[in-house]
């Protein structure tokens, strides 16, 4: 695998990222969208993107069935 300083930064921030979520998928999924709403509002933006846990739900096509 090929490393470079940029990669070596997106793993630092990602390492620190899962520290601040305690290891918990959903906990980091949920920040990660928090801080885009804020981009978006911030920059004016207008983003289009699931929503977390939006994927597990039934009315989402690829959803798992319960």
Known sequence: ???NEL???KYK????LDKLA???????VAN???RIEVLVARLGLELKY???GE???EQ?????SK
């Open 1 to 3: 695998m090929i490393i």
């Open 7 to 9: 990669l070596l930064e």
């Open 13 to 16: 921030i990602q390492e620190a």
């Open 22 to 28: 305690d290891h918990d998928l959903n906990k980091y």
């Open 32 to 34: 990660t969208h928090s």
């Open 50 to 52: 699931g929503k977390p």
């Open 55 to 57: 994927i597990l739900s």
């Open 60 to 64: 989402h096509p690829f959803g798992v």
